[in-house]
């Protein structure tokens, strides 16, 4: 590439360096402000999401590439961009309120949102492995940090070690798998990878094994998923909000793409194994959630289940690719909703040190803060998939799509499992709307209210009027599959 080309391809990845400039200035500042200043640092990270945000939507336009093909800016990554961008808002608004009671060093929190949302919006991207693993390692380096943000915390410093060390064989899996494919193929390409794909060959068999492995550990599906709950549970509560929703995402974009522009071969290899993994995510999750105390855990093992969902859309792909695929998009869309918004009311309610965690701590919630629990309400009866929430018609997609995909049995085992995922959210409203109060909750707090109104009538209003989203979702799915062989 010419100097021309560069400066042209930066250009396009304008969203990304907005986060990645925002983060900088606020690491630059941190050390040099003090009192308010330092407080209002926040609105800069605010900033750079919001210019983040407002270019990325040129990409709804038209699709586009940058770095001779190393990034595919279209509307598929732009999709995904918005679940990151909506996600590192939420997280780092919730994140104000809540960092003053924990920690006081709040503007490198802010930095690390930013720059590991830039990680991921990379990732969603890549078409080639290098620009791959470098969002990859971005993501993952920043939410490692987060993980063992609170000093002050051994649980927290357990989850931050947990999840580098664990993170980091995933990391060298992930390596070792793309080294054997460009040994393979003579390209870290994806559209050249696929061209000279020989399923005959063991190195690619090996390689595409050792790729997959990398993304389910992200993804925190079985039989991968052991670290989640205990980094969901030690890391900052807005931190685990971020993690929750942010990673796995990123991790479903880059198995859908590599899926469906590297792998497309090997498809009829993949899916019955992705079949088996999102059975198994599904009951795993859901079970251990039943038997959980703490609310943040029981939240943990919810998220595998809910990886579970979404993989059963990846395996739908295989017989019907636009609408599996996009069921897939929509319900991690979904899913940023309920779940920022359950974490969110969790981290309200912590205060002076302690986490909200045990069931213990939201009881009486109704008598005394009715707008949390009503907050509460929604998103419970959205993860739980009840109607007329966003969790209904996400998950009513995803089943759909597999049903008309023919996996009958697949749709079968998700509807069932979802019926007892009911169990332990509407376990989480009998403590919040039937119990007496057993501890203070704390006073107003504007920042986070104002984040649990707009997630609410998201939740609500994207659930009774969901056909846009999901026409966008469809579009997005059709623009990676465009992207390969004319889909």
């Known amino acids: 590439m010419d100097l021309s ?49 407002i270019l990325n939507l ?20 732009a999709y995904f961009n918005v679940i990151f961008l909506l996600g590192a808002a939420v997280a780092v608004v919730f994140s104000k309120d809540y960092l003053t009671g924990f920690i006081h060093y709040t503007s490198e929190f802010y930095a690390l949102i930013l720059f590991s949302t830039s990680g991921m919006m990379i990732l969603a991207s890549a078409t080639e492995f290098m620009s791959l693993f470098l969002g990859f390692e971005i993501m993952s380096i920043s939410v490692y940090v987060m993980s063992a943000f609170n000093r002050s915390s051994p649980r927290s410093t357990e989850a931050g ?52 492995v990398g993304f389910l550990f992200k993804i925190g599906a079985f039989p991968l998923h052991q670290w989640v709950p205990d980094v969901y549970e030690g890391a900052p509560m807005t931190a685990t909000a ?32 992705l079949w088996i993994v999102a059975i198994f995510t599904m009951i795993v999750g859901n079970i251990a959630a039943i038997t959980q105390k703490s609310i943040k855990r029981m939240l943990a093992y919810s998220s595998i289940a809910h990886a579970g969902y979404a993989l059963v859309g990846v395996v739908a792909a295989y017989g019907g690719k636009e ?34 965690e045990t069931f213990e701590d939201i009881a009486g919630l109704w008598g005394k803060r009715p707008f949390l629990a009503l907050a509460l ?63 203070a909750f704390p006073s107003f707090k504007i920042a986070s209210s104002v984040a649990l109104v707009v997630l609410s009538l998201g939740t609500l209003l994207l659930g009774v009027f969901p056909l846009d989203s999901w026409d966008l979702a469809i579009k997005a799915a059709g623009s990676v599959l465009m992207a390969f062989h004319g889909g």
């Open 58 to 77: 040129k990409r709804f336009g038209g699709d586009t590439s940058a770095f001779s093909g190393a990034l595919s800016l279209d509307q598929f990554a």
């Open 5 to 53: 080309e560069v400066l042209k391809s930066t250009l396009l990845i304008g969203p990304e360096i907005s986060l990645i400039a925002a983060g900088i200035v606020l690491m630059v500042l941190d050390p040099i402000t003090r009192g308010e200043v330092k407080k209002n640092l926040f609105w800069i990270a605010l900033a750079g999401l919001a210019v983040g945000f």
């Open 377 to 439: 309400g929604v998103f419970m009866f959205s993860l739980a998939g009840i109607p007329p929430t966003i969790g209904f018609f996400a998950k009513y997609r995803v089943f759909l799509s597999a049903v008309q995909a023919g996996f009958y049995w697949l749709a079968v085992i998700g509807i069932l499992s979802s019926v007892v995922s009911a169990y332990y959210y509407l376990r989480v409203l009998v403590y919040a709307y039937m119990k007496e109060e057993t501890v």
């Open 242 to 273: 971020f993690m929750s929703v942010g990673v796995k995402a990123a991790a479903f974009a880059i198995l859908l793409r590599v899926i469906f522009e590297g792998f497309y071969q090997l498809q009829v290899s993949i899916m019955p194994v």
């Open 323 to 356: 609408l599996g695929v996009g069921s897939v998009i929509y319900y991690l869309f979904a899913y940023t909703f309920m779940n920022l918004g359950a974490f969110g009311v969790l981290s309200y309610l912590s205060r002076d040190g302690h986490e909200c």
């Open 161 to 212: 070690i947990k999840y580098l060390v664990l993170g980091g064989f995933s990391s060298a899996i992930l390596l070792y798998g793309i080294a054997l494919l460009y040994g393979a193929s003579g390209s870290i390409y994806l559209s050249e990878i696929f061209k000279n794909f020989d399923v005959a060959n063991p190195l690619f068999v090996a390689g595409s094994a050792l790729v997959l």
